[in-house]
């Protein structure tokens, strides 16, 4: 049987107690990054009502994308759902309901129409505003009571459209009707109708998409559609990695990404770990991607299984021929093209310029590796004597920060650290995972005066092996 989720708030606040004891999960109003935290399969279903936008991000296009194309069917109506819906049926997600349709033809546009103040799931979602498509629908309904006529609901529903979406509501009829020129008597008539034959069209949806729920529920599992793979963009694959708890973000002062960067800078047996790292993800890659033209063996030679799938993938030919590896002196030294064999230049290549998409390195692999090792902990605390430096540093010269450290100093330093002649230094950065000299002079300025004026605090050894311990199924990228 399918899992079935309802994000569901204020358009149907009693939503569980309409499914006790049922297979449907009932959970709050979805926020971004939510949908990237479930653990689903294809054919689970996903249905989308409600939705944060102001207090905290709103769920993405790309995180409904992601679930599509993995085959996980997603549904929305009412409020947050049926926007969503209107926008990305085309690609897959199922529309709901009148709302959605009203969206979807253009009768509805603004994002505002659905929207309210409410109160804490504590006190079950309180309405403390109605939202303007409830008021359209029960302004319409007066008018076809014979209660008031079109025009004067016409000039009602425009003045509470101009309102800022928290003041609105039935109580506001008076003061709307004032603003726009229409008799007290009659508006007070309308407000009193409106409040007796209050119709609310968003709750009406959100019961037909819980019907739809119900029926997933008690169907078998079922492969959606076919969807198109959804592009990783960079954007993307830091909401993924942000949702998997990986914690990277643009400072090295915090989360996981200071730690990796440090092992990167100082272990020096980081370049063996990263190269079997990523020699392994390339056997998964081209085991997933290849098919029938990769009968890789699991003993096989990792080398020569990247050797091949360079060659699916139309970068050369095996066996090599020189005269067509002009490419190569993009990606190695001289040296290396001296006294290497084609082969293992080619292998060389293939670790340095691996990308899981161009612009996106794989951060998240070597962190997902490394983070559960003994020398884990080590790099943290190296990171905290980085920042406690240039803390005291910078505090005692407030006219500079740690952005007017020199890039060349910074360059310099690794260049005699890593005993590389400075005209190699971007290529060792590579061997290392860092994809350009800007990229390591970024790195490298967390440490730089930690690691000039205390040289014997940042060392760091790491267990090549641990890139051993890689699980093919783990170096897929991050889709739920």
Known sequence: MPRCLLFIGPSLPDAADLVP????????????????????EPGDVVGIVDGYFHQVGTVRHK??????????????????????????????????????????????????????????????????????????????????????????????????????????????????????????????????????????????DALLLLDSLRQASRAERSTSPAVAPVNRTSFLCSWQIAASGLDIGDSPRHGHLGALRACQLFADDYPRFHRELILRALKTACAKECGANSPAADDE???????????????????????????????????????????????TFLVRSFRVHPGLTWDELAIRHLRHQPPWQDARHLVQLAWDVNDRVFEENWEHDINDLSSERILDWFSRRWEIPSAELELAAMDRGIESLDSLTMAGRAFYLLARY???????????????????????????
């Not at 297979?23 to 479930?38: F, N, Q, S």
């Not at 928290?166 to 709307?176: C, K, M, N, Q």
Request: aromatic letters at 6%; glycine letters at 8%; proline letters at 5%.
């Open 21 to 40: 004891d049922s297979a449907i999960e009932v959970l709050p109003p979805v926020a971004a990054g939510d949908l990237l935290r479930l653990s689903l």
């Open 63 to 204: 995180e409904i994308l992601a679930l599509l194309s993995h085959g996980v069917r997603v549904l929305g109506a009412a409020s947050m759902g049926a926007l969503r819906a209107a926008e990305l049926d085309s690609f897959g997600m199922e529309g709901i309901g009148g709302i959605y349709a009203d969206y979807r033809d253009g009768i509805l546009e603004a994002d505002d129409e659905v929207t309210l103040l409410h109160s804490t799931p504590d006190e079950r979602y309180r309405p403390l505003s109605e939202p303007l498509v409830c008021l359209r629908a029960t302004l319409s309904r007066a008018v076809e009571d014979g209660v008031c006529d079109s025009g004067t609901a016409t000039r009602l529903v425009a003045t509470l459209a101009a309102w800022p979406f928290g003041r609105r509501s039935y109580d506001g009829l008076v003061t709307a009707g004032r603003e726009a020129g229409i008799d007290a008597d009659t508006v007070h008539e309308i407000r009193r109708y409106c409040l007796a034959h209050r119709l609310d069209p968003k709750r009406e």
């Open 301 to 347: 030679d990792l080398e020569q299984i990247a050797l091949r799938h360079g060659e699916h993938r139309g970068l050369y030919r095996l066996p090599a021929d020189p005269s067509r590896l002009e490419f190569l002196t993009q990606w190695s030294t001289r040296t290396e093209r001296d006294t290497l064999l084609l082969p293992d230049q080619l292998v």
């Open 454 to 480: 205390n040289p014997d605090f940042v060392h760091l050894d790491l267990d090549v092996s641990a890139a051993r311990e890689v699980h093919e199924t783990s170096v897929v990228p991050l889709t739920r």
